[in-house]
């Protein structure tokens, strides 16, 4: 737009000639040319006049279409807090992977895809919300809440989810490779039906685990495959 304003402001008059010119042009009556006397100046400036007065009201219109176009966006952003934190959204593109989001509210809302790789979580907020297919890979969720959060095929993938709230949250097929760590978390009620857990991770949950999630039916330990 500011091109476009640097343009629209800086519209050069008509040179007038300095000497005769002569001037043909066909008669045929799809195209007609109005008739232009190039020998008077007057003439000229006249018809310079009337093409830059044009030019100047398409400018404007333009410049207050722009305008509407991003009053409208932004309304619709406003009005779904949700898109705010997707990335590629009115915040700049993967405004959610590589931040420092600690202690960010996104309790009870709908995530589903969304990229949190490498992302600082400590003591974010995640209860209730819905993260289907989310990727923490690689994120530090030390001490999140999680309880209640749709996680299901979420990657946790050498994420650090210790000291964090899993208590009824859904986990199925989600992945949890390398190092990912879950040492000190609460996991009550907490779902984990095909999640791929190292063996020293299963047993210290089994340890801990217990409750019925209330979405799935499912217990704790048996979604875990405690012995």
């Known amino acids: 737009m500011a091109v476009l304003n640097c343009f629209c402001s800086k519209l050069p008059p008509l040179p007038i000639p300095s000497k005769s010119l002569s001037f ?3 008669s045929s009556p799809q195209c007609k040319i109005p008739q232009v006397n190039l020998l008077n100046p007057l003439s ?3 018809v310079g006049a009337q093409i830059q007065s044009h030019l100047s009201s398409l400018c404007e219109s333009i410049s207050k279409a722009s305008v509407l176009a991003l ?3 932004s309304l619709v952003f406003a009005s779904n807090p949700a898109l705010a934190f997707k990335g590629g959204g009115p915040y700049g593109a ?26 600082i979580l400590r003591q974010a907020n995640f209860k209730g919300a819905k993260l289907l297919g989310a990727s923490f890979f690689d994120a530090d969720l030390t001490g ?5 959060a749709d996680l299901r095929s979420a ?12 208590s009824n949250a859904n986990l199925e097929g989600a992945l949890a490779t390398g190092n ?20 020293d991770q299963r047993e210290y949950l ?9 979405v799935t039916g499912n217990e704790t330990r048996e979604t875990l495959l405690c012995k």
């Open 180 to 199: 990912t760590s879950f040492k000190g978390s609460i996991i009550t009620g907490a779902d984990f039906t095909d999640v791929p857990l190292r063996d």
């Open 155 to 166: 990657d946790f993938s050498l994420a650090n989810v210790t000291k964090a709230n899993l």
């Open 71 to 73: 009053v409208s966006a």
């Open 94 to 119: 993967e405004v959610t992977r590589g931040q420092d989001l600690t202690g960010k509210d996104f309790s009870g809302k709908t995530l589903i895809k969304q990229d949190f790789k490498t992302s």
């Open 206 to 214: 089994c340890k801990v685990a217990d409750g019925v999630n209330p």
């Open 24 to 26: 043909q042009h066909n």
């Open 44 to 46: 000229m400036v006249m």
């Open 144 to 148: 999140a809440d999680l309880s209640d």
